[in-house]
């Protein structure tokens, strides 16, 4: 059994995040600009796969944009980040209508989007690229963020602390292309089908409250 244990924590690893399929041509995608009346945040939590697919799932989220930030070079690829050299994190930007969701839910909801208390990792994907970390725009985001962690922790939700990096934002830069709503156009995939969509039944069952009606049943 022990065996076969470590047979199948093998292949979740080579079909891991880490290891999606190279862009030889690093055919990045663009990265819109927020619409009128629409604002953006910014999030990390593990594998982007599943993140934006969790954050896309909100009622007055419009969109979401796999990408990276948190690091120091410009222009990084997948393969510069998950390299660990450039301090970047994967991470998705949000396009929200905040008339419809606030941010403090939008906030809430990031932390049950993947596990908070884990350092430096998510399940089988381990690295600082992979670590839990929010990105603030103004005072009363960071505000939000930090009273958000207390609340978490002191609910007794996690039985470990959220280790979250609270940090101001400066700059995201999108990912590749084929990183784009890769969730929902692979599922065959053995990491989506293994590691994502729990994640993202979880979410679900979490958040129903504040899903799109196609999410809620």
Known sequence: MKRIILYVTAILLFAGCVNGQPDPKNDFAALPKPGAGEAVATFGGGCFWSMSEAMSELRGV???????????????SYEDVSSRTTGHAE????????????????????????????????????????????????PEEKSVLEATIKKINDSKHYPEPIVTQVVPYKVFYAAEKYHQGYYRLNQ????????????????????????????AK
């Open 62 to 76: 419009n969109k979401v944009i796999s990408g990276y930030a948190g690091g120091t070079a410009k222009n990084p």
């Open 188 to 215: 065959d995939n053995p990491y989506i089908a293994s590691v994502s969509v729990p994640k993202v039944m979880k979410f679900r069952k979490a958040e129903k409250a504040e899903l799109k009606a196609e999410f």
């Open 91 to 138: 991470c998705v930007q949000v396009y929200y209508d905040p008339k419809v969701i606030s941010y403090a839910t939008l906030a809430n909801a990031f932390f049950f989007a993947h596990d908070p208390t884990e350092l430096n990792r998510q399940g089988p994907d381990v690295g600082t690229d992979y670590r839990s970390i929010a990105f603030y725009r103004t």
